[in-house]
């Protein structure tokens, strides 16, 4: 059975740092991998979606890597803002079609 | 981009009443719908799989009968949560995936359950 960690739980750094969040899985049979964002009580925004072939993808501020064969991908989000606060999401798709999601880190960038 | 809706976006009921939550797809056809729960500080966790045309597929420690699942069109999904108590108070999110054979889900906005 799949399971998805991430790494660490809760985040709070001040404006302006670099920070890396971190999501393990235990089955490296995956299709793709995903970060979604969620604000308190709404639903989830999608911001990076890699496929199993590849090892990284890149939306502005955001760059997320994939290693499958190790079980990790890292969501690296640069020049924190305090409109980066929010809860992250990892969710592996192990073909199933449906996702697997990690605990989340909750991020806080203080201004 | 395609678009998942949910209704309605907040529900609050009695203890012992049905609820039945709205999950679409706005612009594309949706041949398979999930259902997710999501209890406070806790992330989402897969309740059912809906395929357009035949009953939904639960996972393990998921009443089918107290989670009604209909999925009667290629744009409609629905959840009933029969016979409510506080407990299944939840935020409940569902996806859909298209008929392009893409894998990417598009997430409705949830729905914040709360059963007095």
């Known amino acids: 059975k799949q399971e998805v960690t991430q790494i660490p739980a809760a985040l709070s750094v001040p404006e302006g740092e670099n920070l890396v969040l971190n999501c393990s899985f235990t089955?490296?049979?995956?299709?793709?991998l995903q970060w979604f964002r969620q604000d308190p009580g709404k639903g989830l925004t999608s911001l990076l979606l890699i496929q199993s072939s590849q090892r990284e993808q890149t939306s502005g501020r955001l760059n997320a890597s994939l290693d499958k064969s190790s079980g990790r991908s890292t969501l690296y989000i640069a020049a924190s803002q305090p409109g980066d606060s929010a809860t992250y999401l990892c969710a592996v798709n192990t073909g199933r079609r449906a996702l697997t999601f990690g605990s989340g880190t909750r991020l806080q960038v203080q201004p | 981009g395609a678009v998942v809706s949910q209704h309605p976006s907040r529900v609050i009921c009695k203890s012992g009443t049905s609820v039945k939550i709205e999950c679409r797809s706005l612009d594309f056809q949706a041949t398979t719908m999930f259902w997710y729960r999501q209890f406070p500080k806790q992330s989402l966790m897969l309740m059912a799989t809906s395929n357009e045309g035949s009953k939904a597929t639960y996972e393990q420690g998921v009443e089918k009968d107290k989670f009604l699942i209909n999925h009667a069109s290629l744009t409609l999904s629905t959840l009933t949560v029969t016979s409510a108590h506080p407990e299944d108070s939840s935020f409940y999110i569902c996806?859909?995936?298209?008929?392009?054979?893409?894998?990417?889900?598009?997430f409705g906005p949830g729905t914040r359950l709360t059963v007095l």
């Open positions: 089955d490296s049979a995956i299709y793709n």
């Open positions: 996806s859909a995936t298209g008929t392009g054979g893409t894998d990417t889900q598009y």
